[in-house]
């Protein structure tokens, strides 16, 4: 068939002489009557995961029949697994196909998961099972495509506040290896192409699906490097790469070249390829349904090119289970506070009780016994740490600390000894003690065994040992005692027996007056 091309002479050529070409068409005998071939194509290999299809496509033809499933159209699309045969009828009569497999993978188990928490904020374990099969991946979303870890478990990030984080399974299968094309060059005859042509030479394919090119089988009539190249339909290269061929003969080329799936690659070797073509035997197409079809050469249908028992490998299958919450929660600590503790304590002062709120925790700390912080326990020193501590129902434990100092005593606060009366007259005395120490004391006095009391306070600081009583009845005798007052240890108590004193009865002399007179 002779082409012209630009026959309106819309684009100006180099050569306006050479604007057609011949293309040869093999024309080839068809079936006998009553004996069409059928087959099916399929958009993928046959093996699909679960929730996936595939669409499977007869020979053209005038009316089909499916089975299983009874549908009447060209294609049809599935996702259940079944062996697949197809009846067409076309001008040559009626003919039922191979049958396509098609085989569908166990789904992935959706995972379990297991939430964790933690007190306040910090890491936080999460974990899942998936009964044993599948890879988990973790995800800070519903929709991220990152993952964050894979594994049966996950540590978050320091979190301040409840998160969610999400897992799911996936199992993957082995994509399947399938070889494309005659196994070597023994289907017909042929020759080894020792001269570099003026066209490049090169074998054309389909790729039906995403696949990867593993390697070809090439015969050599030479050693030595050959540069291999993928192009698509347009003549774009794709890829190339220089490998030896290291001896004459059979020899595998590894090339694993992904390649998207698409129409007319052309797989070449540039220069002189010394290596073998066919001549006859050749019978396109050769197909791996659902995968690659190798339909031509440079030279249409005619030669065989090259490239031998293509083995090519179709995508790992993933099947992927729904993606799951797991809750990370963040639990808050108890608000914690206690009372009755000082900062500072004389090492004789006597022990103080705390009160933790809320109640039910423990105080631990230097001197602490129970609730009650003793000073003489601890001994001076300091500052000490007092610490009450209270776990709440969700296991989170809060704590309040307060400090506390231990001191030399500065009062003694004993019971004053060595009690005395001196300059006494009608209506006053002074009372004296000694052998105590304290903030403060507290005289008591009454008419001699009566409980008519009277008392004075008076400061103790510093070394106060008597005071003067005033107000007293003339001639009269009187019971008096003395205690210590202090801030932080226990005060004193008064004397068992009482100290007397009798105040005085004098007549005051009364003298007129004299040296009257007046000025101004």
Same mark, same amino acid.
């Given at each position: 068939i002779v082409v012209q091309l630009d026959p309106n002479q819309n684009m100006t050529e180099l050569n306006e002489n050479n604007n057609v070409v011949a293309v040869p068409i093999t024309i080839s005998n068809q079936s006998s009557a009553g004996s069409p071939v059928i087959k099916i194509s399929a958009n993928k290999p046959g093996n699909i995961s679960?929730?996936?299809?595939?669409?499977?496509?007869?020979?053209?033809?005038?009316?089909?029949?499916? *089975?299983? &499933? &009874?549908?009447?159209?060209?294609s049809i699309t599935v996702n259940t697994a079944g062996s697949y045969t197809?009846?067409?009828?076309?001008y040559c009569g009626t003919a039922t196909s191979s049958p396509f497999v098609v085989t569908v993978n166990s789904p992935a188990n959706v995972p379990v998961g297991t939430g964790g928490s933690v007190c306040g904020s910090g890491s936080v374990n999460l974990s899942a099972t998936n009964g044993g099969t599948g890879t988990m991946k973790w995800y800070n979303s519903p929709t991220a495509t990152i993952a964050l870890t894979t594994g049966s478990s996950y540590n978050t990030p320091s979190i301040s506040s409840t998160t969610t984080y999400y897992v799911e399974n996936e199992v993957t299968t082995t994509g399947p290896t399938t070889h494309v094309g005659p196994a070597d060059n023994t289907i017909g005859s042929g020759a080894y192409q020792t001269t570099t042509p003026s066209t490049t030479w090169y074998s054309q394919f389909d790729a039906v699906s995403d696949l990867t090119l593993v390697s070809v089988k090439v015969f050599a009539s030479a050693a030595g490097n050959r540069t291999f190249v993928l192009q698509d339909r347009a003549s774009t290269t794709l890829k190339s790469a220089t490998i030896n061929v290291p001896s004459t003969g059979a020899n595998v080329i590894t090339l694993n070249w992904f390649i998207p799936a698409g129409p007319g690659y052309k797989l070449m070797v540039t220069g002189t390829p010394n290596l073998y073509y066919n001549t006859s035997g050749v019978s396109y197409p050769y197909s791996a349904p659902g995968i690659c079809t190798i339909f031509g050469s440079y030279? +249409?249908?005619?030669?065989?090119? $090259? $490239?031998?028992?293509? @083995? @090519?490998?179709?995508?790992?299958l993933v099947a992927k289970s729904g993606r799951i919450p797991v809750v990370a929660t963040v639990n808050p600590l108890p608000s914690v506070s206690f009372s009755g503790l000082a900062a500072s304590y004389p090492s004789n002062a006597s022990p103080v009780t705390?009160?933790?709120s809320p109640a039910g925790g423990t105080f631990s700390?230097? +001197?602490?016994?129970?609730?009650? $912080?003793?000073?003489?326990?601890?001994? @001076?020193? +300091?500052?000490?740490?007092?610490?009450?501590?209270?776990?709440?129902?969700?296991?989170?434990? &809060?704590?309040q600390t307060q400090q506390v100092t231990v001191t030399t005593p500065t009062v003694n606060c004993l019971v004053p000894s060595g009690l005395s009366a001196s300059n006494i007259q009608n209506t006053s005395v002074q009372v004296n003690w000694s052998g105590a120490t304290a903030d *403060? $004391?507290? @005289?008591?006095?009454?008419?001699?065994?009566t409980t008519n009391?009277?008392?004075?306070?008076?400061? &103790?600081?510093?070394?106060?040992v008597s005071t003067t009583l005033t107000g007293l009845n003339p001639g009269t005798?009187?019971?008096?005692?003395?205690? *210590?007052l202090c801030i932080n240890i226990s005060s004193s108590v008064y004397q068992a027996v009482p100290a007397t004193f009798t105040t005085l009865n004098t007549v005051a002399q009364c003298v007129t007056p004299y040296n009257l007179n007046a000025t101004s």
């Amino acid at each position: 068939i002779v082409v012209q091309l630009d026959p309106n002479q819309n684009m100006t050529e180099l050569n306006e002489n050479n604007n057609v070409v011949a293309v040869p068409i093999t024309i080839s005998n068809q079936s006998s009557a009553g004996s069409p071939v059928i087959k099916i194509s399929a958009n993928k290999p046959g093996n699909i995961s679960s929730g996936d299809n595939i669409t499977l496509t007869a020979t053209a033809g005038s009316s089909y029949l499916w *089975s299983p &499933g &009874g549908a009447t159209t060209q294609s049809i699309t599935v996702n259940t697994a079944g062996s697949y045969t197809c009846a067409v009828t076309n001008y040559c009569g009626t003919a039922t196909s191979s049958p396509f497999v098609v085989t569908v993978n166990s789904p992935a188990n959706v995972p379990v998961g297991t939430g964790g928490s933690v007190c306040g904020s910090g890491s936080v374990n999460l974990s899942a099972t998936n009964g044993g099969t599948g890879t988990m991946k973790w995800y800070n979303s519903p929709t991220a495509t990152i993952a964050l870890t894979t594994g049966s478990s996950y540590n978050t990030p320091s979190i301040s506040s409840t998160t969610t984080y999400y897992v799911e399974n996936e199992v993957t299968t082995t994509g399947p290896t399938t070889h494309v094309g005659p196994a070597d060059n023994t289907i017909g005859s042929g020759a080894y192409q020792t001269t570099t042509p003026s066209t490049t030479w090169y074998s054309q394919f389909d790729a039906v699906s995403d696949l990867t090119l593993v390697s070809v089988k090439v015969f050599a009539s030479a050693a030595g490097n050959r540069t291999f190249v993928l192009q698509d339909r347009a003549s774009t290269t794709l890829k190339s790469a220089t490998i030896n061929v290291p001896s004459t003969g059979a020899n595998v080329i590894t090339l694993n070249w992904f390649i998207p799936a698409g129409p007319g690659y052309k797989l070449m070797v540039t220069g002189t390829p010394n290596l073998y073509y066919n001549t006859s035997g050749v019978s396109y197409p050769y197909s791996a349904p659902g995968i690659c079809t190798i339909f031509g050469s440079y030279s +249409g249908h005619t030669t065989y090119t $090259f $490239f031998y028992d293509m @083995v @090519v490998k179709s995508p790992d299958l993933v099947a992927k289970s729904g993606r799951i919450p797991v809750v990370a929660t963040v639990n808050p600590l108890p608000s914690v506070s206690f009372s009755g503790l000082a900062a500072s304590y004389p090492s004789n002062a006597s022990p103080v009780t705390l009160t933790g709120s809320p109640a039910g925790g423990t105080f631990s700390g230097t +001197g602490i016994n129970g609730n009650q $912080f003793n000073p003489a326990t601890a001994g @001076v020193g +300091g500052p000490y740490n007092i610490v009450y501590s209270y776990t709440n129902g969700q296991g989170c434990t &809060g704590t309040q600390t307060q400090q506390v100092t231990v001191t030399t005593p500065t009062v003694n606060c004993l019971v004053p000894s060595g009690l005395s009366a001196s300059n006494i007259q009608n209506t006053s005395v002074q009372v004296n003690w000694s052998g105590a120490t304290a903030d *403060s $004391f507290l @005289v008591r006095y009454a008419v001699h065994n009566t409980t008519n009391f009277n008392w004075k306070k008076i400061n &103790g600081q510093p070394n106060v040992v008597s005071t003067t009583l005033t107000g007293l009845n003339p001639g009269t005798q009187y019971d008096w005692w003395v205690r *210590s007052l202090c801030i932080n240890i226990s005060s004193s108590v008064y004397q068992a027996v009482p100290a007397t004193f009798t105040t005085l009865n004098t007549v005051a002399q009364c003298v007129t007056p004299y040296n009257l007179n007046a000025t101004s």
